[in-house]
């Protein structure tokens, strides 16, 4: 997860939830959050944390205002980009999200050709010593 405080004023936070976000109960669901506010940096340059989810999982993402005083300084209404990246595995590919490799028909029928073969290759052998 990559996000941008454009304003660069420091007053906003993100946080990363699994399917939903309780106000009264924040550390319910939670995943992992920049670890700071924007401020710490002061700038506009991207800050990125990483989660992970489980398969078919839904990510809630939680802008919150850390400053105080007027809406320009409270992050009210202050511009940020927020640009998330999902691969099926560490690796950050997009391998088998099943687990699983399932043969193509085709693969079982060349399968069972070839286990004929050599059953009659062997039985041949066996006829003639």
Request: hydrophobic share 40%; no cysteine.
């Amino acid at each position: 997860i990559s996000f941008t405080d454009e304003a660069a004023n420091g007053a906003v936070f993100i946080s990363a939830y699994a399917n939903s976000f309780d106000p009264t109960n924040k550390q319910l669901n939670w995943l992992g959050d920049l670890g700071y506010n924007s401020i710490a940096y002061g700038t506009a340059d991207s800050l990125t944390f990483q989660v992970m989810l489980q398969y078919q999982t839904n990510l809630v993402l939680v802008v919150s205002n850390t400053g105080t005083g007027t809406a320009a300084s409270s992050g009210l209404n202050n511009p940020f980009d927020i640009y998330v990246n999902a691969y099926t595995d560490t690796i950050y590919d997009d391998a088998d999200v099943t687990g699983h490799i399932t043969p193509e028909p085709s693969t079982l029928i060349e399968l069972g050709t070839g286990l004929l073969a050599i059953a009659g290759v062997a039985r041949r052998r066996l006829m003639g010593a």
